[in-house]
């Protein structure tokens, strides 16, 4: 498994820390691989989600580390969205 990977399942259950998520959502980080958010806590998978968020390894980790904000990433065509919008606020909400 990828060290970036690693890293990211790290950083995002320091960030969830035990809250709920009702729902799936899944980081494909392009030429990495990807991570999967989802009601059992987080992991490295490329299972079916709710809503798939892709980025580049080095986007996603601005976002994860708070350096970058989500939705200027999206609206600058940095993170692409596809599936339901829903969970990617929903997701925004919860790594707050």
């Given at each position: 498994m990828s060290e970036i990977l690693d890293t990211a399942v790290s950083a995002l259950n320091d960030k969830?820390?035990?809250q709920s998520f009702d729902?799936?959502?899944k980081f494909e980080l392009n030429g990495?691989?990807?991570?999967r958010i989802d009601e059992n806590g987080v992991s490295v998978g490329d299972g079916e989600a709710d809503c798939t968020l892709s980025a580049d390894a080095d986007v996603f980790q601005a976002?994860?580390?708070g350096d970058t904000n989500p939705t200027a990433a999206f609206m600058t065509g940095k993170l692409k969205i596809d599936g339901d919008m829903g969970m990617a606020l929903k997701l925004?909400?919860?790594l707050t």
């Open positions: 969830i820390d035990g729902g799936s959502v990495v691989g990807a991570v976002i994860i580390e925004g909400s919860l």
